[in-house]
Every structure is written in structure tokens, then in C-alpha cells.
């Protein structure tokens, strides 16, 4: 079992920078893997449907992308957890959906975003394998949540 890391709170300076990119040789290697890994126990823990690396201070270009139904989010529709290294949204659709977002570094604040109703979105996965993958709905508006992370961003300054 990976270790839960503690989550950066709101006001932290490591919520505000933007992330540095993950280098190629950084690809496949064991901090990255670990590093996933505890990402994903983190989300798990605090029922998360996503998270960012600098969420656990580590300014590093990393979320991962996982909903599913848990208590923070009834009704969020099942998906594998995908681990994004360096992600980047190619397109976004001009139709925008409000939506009710949390944080797990803003604990017991959630609010009305409006996000992109699909995005594409270029990644690189853990062994370096660049993907290409659109997301429609929720998992669109968890991966724009999480991209905000890297690039210094909380949803309570979209609202």
C-alpha cells in the first residue's frame, strides 16, 4: 500500500506556482511510479475523483483522472483512474456546463464552475507513451480542474 500524503491547503505557495514539466528521463523511473502511486491512495483516502501532484508539494506536471461515485460526488460516472504526466488541452468545446466543484485543498467550500463541456487532451503516460484521448462531461471537468493545479490555479478563482 502506497502512503497517503498530506494535501497542500489553500494559501500554500506550492498551490500557486506553475509546475515544472516532467523530463523524459524522468519517464518510467521509480520516483515517478511511486509518486503516481501515493497520488492515487491520497485521492482514494480523502474520496478524490482527481488530484494533482503540487496538491501533495510536488511541483511536478502530474494529475490523475479517476471518477467514480463516492461520497464527495454521488453521482460521478465510473471511469479507470488514468495517471496524465505533462497533459495539455488541444481543444476545448465552445459549450461550456455549470458544475458544483470541490477541492481537497479547499476543504468544505464547493461552488458553481463553468468549464468546457469536452476537452482533447495530449498526455504522456508513466513509461512515456504520448496519448491523445477527449473527455466529455465530469472527467472534462475533472481534468481542467486538475490542470489548473499546474498551472497555480484553485477553483474559487473561477467562481
Known amino acids: 500500500m502506497s502512503a497517503v500524503l498530506p494535501v497542500a491547503q489553500r494559501g500554500e505557495d506550492v498551490l500557486k506556482l506553475i509546475a515544472a514539466p516532467v523530463a523524459e528521463a524522468e519517464f518510467s523511473s521509480t520516483w515517478l511510479n511511486e509518486l503516481s502511486k501515493a497520488l492515487q491512495a491520497t485521492m482514494l483516502e480523502r ?3 482527481g488530484i494533482a501532484a503540487p496538491q501533495v508539494y510536488v511541483s511536478k506536471r502530474v494529475i490523475i483522472v479517476a471518477s467514480r461515485a463516492n461520497p464527495r460526488y454521488p453521482d460521478a460516472p465510473e471511469m479507470d483512474a488514468i495517471t496524465m504526466i505533462n497533459p495539455e488541452i488541444l481543444e476545448q468545446s465552445e459549450q461550456t456546463i455549470l458544475g458544483e466543484e470541490g477541492c481537497l485543498s479547499v476543504p ?8 468546457a463541456e469536452a476537452v482533447t487532451v495530449q498526455f504522456f503516460t508513466l513509461t512515456g507513451e504520448k496519448i491523445i484521448q477527449q473527455f466529455h462531461g465530469f472527467p472534462a471537468r475533472i481534468v481542467q480542474h486538475e490542470i489548473d493545479h499546474l498551472n497555480g490555479i484553485l477553483f474559487v478563482e473561477r467562481l
Open 108 to 115: 468544505n467550500e464547493r461552488g458553481q464552475v463553468a468549464r
Open 47 to 49: 474520496n478524490g475523483v
